[in-house]
């Protein structure tokens, strides 16, 4: 994705100066905020996009929808909006958030289900992990209904497929190999 790198610099820079000064994870959970509302909203993502608006108008956007944000984060958005980057908003928010979760050794365990995790089923998948790992994590629930039920766990490099779709389409490929129900 074009972007990614300058992202990536901005939101180092951003997380060394909320370290700085002590508020890294107050600036982190604006940063979560920013990216949930960016990713759910196709309008704020046009708006940031769209060079015709004009700085002042953005900034005032901004404030409007993320008014409770640390001065850090407020420092953040005039940054990108003066270099003309503020389309990248999302993205440094999102690289801001692996960063924090990666300098202070928390695992982010991605979790699909056909239906929101309940507590139920959110204290198994933490033990799956847990088995899998040898630590904890903090989990990110996404809802596809494709895998029917069960889960597909994903943790950085790691993925455990529970899923009944997984199982059926395994079950399919058994019965395609076997030679004796061929033959009938």
Same mark, same amino acid.
């Given at each position: 994705?074009?972007?990614? =790198?300058?992202?990536?610099?901005?939101?180092?820079?951003?997380?060394?100066?909320?370290?700085?000064?002590?508020?890294?994870?107050?600036?982190?959970?604006? /940063?979560?905020?920013?990216?949930?509302?960016?990713?759910? &909203?196709?309008?704020? #993502?046009?708006?940031?996009?769209?060079?015709? !608006?004009?700085?002042?108008? /953005?900034?005032?956007?901004?404030?409007?929808? $993320?008014?409770?944000?640390?001065?850090?984060?407020? *420092?953040?958005?005039?940054?990108?909006?003066?270099?003309? =980057?503020?389309?990248?908003? +999302?993205?440094?928010? #999102?690289?801001?958030? $692996?960063?924090?979760?990666?300098?202070?050794?928390?695992?982010?365990?991605?979790?699909?289900? @056909?239906?929101?995790?309940?507590? #139920?089923?959110?204290? /198994? !998948?933490?033990?799956?992990?847990?088995?899998?790992? %040898?630590? %904890? @994590?903090?989990?990110?629930?996404?809802?596809?209904?494709? !895998?029917? *039920? %069960? $889960?597909?766990? =994903?943790?950085?490099?790691?993925?455990?497929?529970?899923?009944? @779709?997984?199982?059926?389409?395994?079950? *399919? =490929?058994?019965? +395609?190999?076997?030679? $004796?129900? &061929?033959? !009938?």
């Amino acid at each position: 994705m074009k972007g990614t =790198r300058a992202a990536q610099r901005y939101a180092k820079a951003i997380l060394d100066l909320a370290k700085d000064q002590n508020i890294s994870e107050l600036v982190n959970n604006d /940063m979560e905020t920013i990216s949930k509302t960016i990713v759910a &909203s196709d309008e704020l #993502q046009d708006v940031l996009s769209n060079p015709v !608006i004009k700085a002042e108008h /953005m900034k005032n956007i901004l404030l409007e929808i $993320f008014k409770d944000v640390h001065a850090v984060t407020l *420092g953040a958005f005039d940054v990108l909006l003066e270099n003309n =980057r503020i389309a990248l908003l +999302k993205w440094v928010a #999102q690289k801001y958030t $692996f960063l924090y979760n990666e300098m202070n050794h928390i695992q982010v365990a991605t979790v699909t289900t @056909a239906i929101p995790l309940n507590a #139920q089923l959110e204290t /198994m !998948i933490l033990n799956k992990i847990k088995d899998l790992t %040898g630590n %904890g @994590a903090k989990i990110i629930n996404k809802i596809d209904s494709k !895998i029917i *039920g %069960g $889960f597909i766990l =994903r943790i950085n490099d790691i993925q455990y497929n529970a899923s009944i @779709a997984a199982n059926l389409s395994n079950l *399919g =490929r058994k019965f +395609k190999n076997n030679t $004796f129900i &061929s033959k !009938i």
